[in-house]
C-alpha cells in the first residue's frame, strides 16, 4: 500500500520560512507529478503548487507565486516545498497528492494518491 507521509509544519513568525517534505514509499514515485494543496481552518481545499514527473515544469497559485517553490528528489521519493515570506492567511494543513499528469484541480477525484497532512500557523 502506498504512504505519502508529510513532514515539516509548524509554528512561525510572519515573514518566516519552511520547508515542506512529502516522502512516498512503496511507489513508483518518479512517474508521477506531485502537487502541494492546503485547507485553512472552515475553508475548503485550495490548490497551492504542482511539479511534473521530471521536474521540468512546476505551477503555482497566484496566493503564493515569488515566495513559494516546489521542487523533487525522485532518488529520494521526496517532493519539498519550500515556503518563505510567510504570512498569518498561509495558515492551513498542507497536504500533498500525486497524479499521473500536472493536476490544479480541488477534486480529490482527480488525485491516486494523498498524504495525511501537515500543520502550518504562521503568527502575525
Known amino acids: 500500500q502506498v504512504q505519502l507521509v508529510e513532514s515539516g509544519g509548524g509554528l512561525v513568525q510572519f515573514g518566516g520560512s519552511l520547508r515542506l517534505s512529502c516522502v512516498a514509499s512503496?511507489?513508483?514515485?518518479?512517474?508521477?507529478?506531485w502537487t502541494w494543496l492546503r485547507q485553512a481552518p472552515g475553508k475548503g481545499l485550495e490548490w497551492v503548487s504542482a511539479i511534473d514527473y521530471d521536474g521540468r515544469t512546476t505551477k503555482y497559485a497566484d496566493s503564493v507565486k515569488g515566495r513559494f517553490t516546489i521542487s523533487r528528489d525522485n532518488a529520494k521519493n521526496t517532493v519539498y516545498l519550500q515556503m518563505n515570506s510567510l504570512k498569518p492567511e498561509d495558515t492551513a494543513v498542507y497536504l500533498c497528492a500525486g497524479a499521473r499528469v500536472v493536476v490544479t484541480s480541488t477534486q480529490r477525484r482527480a488525485y491516486d494518491y494523498w498524504g495525511q497532512g501537515t500543520q502550518v500557523t504562521v503568527s502575525s
Open positions: 512503496r511507489f513508483t514515485f518518479s512517474r508521477y507529478a
